[in-house]
């Protein structure tokens, strides 16, 4: 595999003189946004790609590849597929699948506000799974002149799982280039007021607007428990994350809740696993919950079906009465405005800045 252009003896002219690549005339700045990614489509064939690639991640599943190989290709991508087809049919949007869309707005957003602040930054979308690939985008961002590259993995809280292993897929692209940008990346951001202000601010517009649940849930993804036991700050990250908002609030310990959903196999994950809990609490006489899902920043099938459409029926069947959830960040202005802070802030001592 080689990514660097190589002459075609074709058509090579018969000097060789020709600079290939092109040198850099400028020293471009790049910004490249990392999402997990989504199927193509929401159909079986093309979850099952994407699990494929997914579900065949190290960082994500740390079974010995001999032990998990069949279990992969057996009861798992022949089953789950068309198990999850309906579920994403349900939430796709006219665009495409919503984590996708909303990722690619994010993109979008923030190519305006650096514009409307005068700063040369160029900004990519990059999938970890799927498309678009990370590849593609870094090889475009390179072909545009980017000599430096900020890499911004979309989730406030590290974890090996999703963080580390932007890191690994960027390097690995990296270690392909003759000529590497220089390269950044942001750990977490999980307590920045870029991003507990603006998560913040829309819980408290929308109790403004209707009114204050008895509860707020703070619904984080799982995690299998042997991760954070080895050392993975994933949970603490997110309890962090969970206080930080409780306090932008003014809520006191008994008037929210921290959970973990979505969890994926039979081991043990991260406890208290949302679905039961919700549960519980409507068994218990709680009647009325909000539930938000600050480790989230674009909606995705774990927030839209999982929580917002499954958990939700979970909790009325149990006796509830109101149960809503509070949609992510995605493109909300504020959000969009604080992540340019966010990533200007980690762009210093960068060229962004016309000469
Ligand atoms: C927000 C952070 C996420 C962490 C941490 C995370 C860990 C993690 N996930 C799985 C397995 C699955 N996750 C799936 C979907 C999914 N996961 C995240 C985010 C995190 N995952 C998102 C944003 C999505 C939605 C993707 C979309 O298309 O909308 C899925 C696929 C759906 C399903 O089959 O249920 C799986 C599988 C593991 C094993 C893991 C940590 C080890
Ligand atoms: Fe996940
Ligand atoms: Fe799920």
Redesign the pocket.
């Known amino acids: 595999m080689r990514f660097w252009p190589q002459p075609k003896r074709a058509s090579a002219p018969a000097t060789r003189f020709v600079p290939w690549p092109k040198p850099f005339t400028t020293a471009r700045v790049g910004v490249l946004l990392v999402?997990?990614?989504?199927?193509d489509e929401p159909t079986a064939p093309a979850i099952k790609r994407?699990?494929r690639e997914?579900?065949s991640d190290p960082r994500?599943?740390?079974i010995p590849k001999l032990l998990w190989w069949p279990i992969l290709n057996g009861p798992i991508l022949l089953a789950?597929p068309r198990k999850?087809a309906p579920r994403?049919q349900s939430?796709w949007m006219k665009e495409g699948?919503?984590?996708l869309v909303y990722t690619q707005r994010q993109t979008e957003g923030l190519r305006k506000i650096f514009a409307q602040r005068g700063l040369e930054v160029e900004v990519e979308t990059g999938m970890r799974y799927g498309n678009p690939s990370i590849k593609d985008a870094m090889l475009s961002l390179r072909d545009r002149g980017c000599e430096h590259i900020l890499v911004v993995p979309l989730?406030p809280?590290y974890?090996s799982?999703?963080t580390a292993t932007v890191v690994d897929a960027v390097t690995q692209v990296a270690a392909r280039l003759r000529d590497q940008p220089a390269m950044r990346f942001i750990k977490r951001f999980h307590t920045h007021a870029s991003f507990i202000q603006p998560l913040g601010d829309k819980i408290a517009a929308f109790w403004a607007q209707h009114g204050r649940p008895q509860k707020l849930v703070m619904s984080?993804?799982?995690?299998?428990q042997q991760?954070v036991n080895m050392g993975d700050p994933?949970c603490r990250d997110s309890y962090e994350t969970a206080r930080a908002l409780a306090t932008h609030l003014g809520l006191s310990d008994d008037q929210y809740l921290v959970t973990f959903q979505?969890r994926?196999?039979p081991a043990k994950w991260l406890e208290p696993y949302t679905e039961p809990t919700l549960e519980r609490l409507a068994k218990e006489g709680v009647t009325e919950v909000d539930v938000v899902c600050p480790?989230?920043l674009?909606d995705?099938?774990?927030t839209l079906e999982?929580i917002s459409i499954e958990v939700g029926e979970t909790f009325k069947h149990a006796g509830g009465k109101q149960f809503r959830y509070i949609s992510a960040l995605n493109d909300d202005p504020a959000w969009l405005s604080g992540l340019a802070d966010l990533v200007q802030e980690h762009l210093q001592g960068w060229p962004i800045r016309p000469e």
């Open positions: 999402n997990l990614g989504t199927p994407y699990l997914f579900l994500v599943i740390e789950r999850l994403y939430i699948s919503p984590l989730y809280q974890a799982s999703t984080f993804h799982g995690l299998p991760c994933y979505s994926f196999g480790g989230f674009a995705c099938l774990e999982e």
